[in-house]
T-cell receptor, first 119, second 116 residues
Framework: DTGVSQDPRHKITKRGQNVTFRCDPI?????LYWYRQTLGQGPEFLTY????????KSRLLSDRFSAERPKGSFSTLEIQRTEQGDSAMYLC?????????????????FGPGTRLLVL | AQKITQTQPGMFVQEKEAVTLDCTYD???????LFWYKQPSSGEMIFLIY??????QNATEGRYSLNFQKARKSANLVISASQLGDSAMYFC?????????????FGQGTRLTINP
């Protein structure tokens, strides 16, 4: 039983560059979430997918951010023209609406995160 | 909008002692769920325990238990017989429903340090 995986684990980039992160959810999970966590804070919701459809985006997600989940499997989060304020931990989580796979409480299971530092 | 408040930025406890981490919440929903996650220095959020608003009994998972006081809107995490490996950040979160799905609203966390 593999958990949620994220790649890369760490990313250092220069301001203005584009970066892309990947998340592979638990295989039987149909829902996928992205959160952002800055230093000393709890995670904040960014966006959510049910299968391949992106159903919700936070106001935190500016036009420089785009997320995809082709074929309802892995997801990518791209940040264009990075700014120093984008430095944070980007966390991916997945859950299942199936009671057998996700349980009645539909717990979200998180990956190890991608730490982004924009210089 | 829902809100989670964790008022203890840091807690220091001796190994083998019990520790209580505070969490209060604010919601107008009748049905809601509360979660606790542990975040070690490696960064991964590890699910610990869940309490549903209609659950009649306080949730327990091994050394973790949740002291749920609905009228006071509090959901404190109790860790019994603390271990050095319990040193981490702990986050309380509430499920907020939208578009037929859920997102989690987190508190600011409590950093727990277990001293030998």
């Amino acid at each position: 039983d593999t958990g949620v995986s994220q790649d890369p684990r760490h990313k250092i980039t220069k301001r203005g560059q584009n970066v892309t992160f990947r998340c592979d959810p638990i295989s039987e999970h149909n829902r996928l979430y992205w959160y952002r966590q800055t230093l000393g804070q709890g995670p904040e919701f960014l966006t959510y997918f049910q299968n391949e459809a992106q159903l919700e985006k936070s106001r935190l997600l500016s036009d420089r951010f785009s997320a995809e989940r082709p074929k309802g499997s892995f997801s990518t989060l791209e940040i264009q023209r990075t700014e120093q304020g984008d430095s944070a931990m980007y966390l991916c989580a997945s859950s299942s609406t199936d009671l057998l796979a996700g349980g009645p409480r539909e717990t979200q299971y998180f990956g190890p995160g991608t730490r982004l530092l924009v210089l | 909008a829902q809100k989670i408040t964790q008022t203890q930025p840091g807690m220091f406890v001796q190994e083998k002692e019990a520790v209580t981490l505070d969490c209060t919440y604010d919601t107008s929903d009748q049905s809601y769920g509360l979660f606790w996650y542990k975040q070690p220095s490696s960064g991964e959020m590890i699910f610990l325990i869940y309490q549903g608003s209609y659950d009649e009994q306080n949730a327990t998972e091994g050394r973790y238990s949740l002291n749920f006081q609905k009228a006071r809107k509090s959901a404190n995490l109790v860790i019994s017989a603390s271990q050095l490996g319990d040193s981490a950040m702990y986050f309380c979160a509430m499920r907020e429903y939208f578009q037929g799905a859920q997102k989690l609203v987190f508190g600011q966390g409590t950093r727990l340090t277990i001293n030998p």
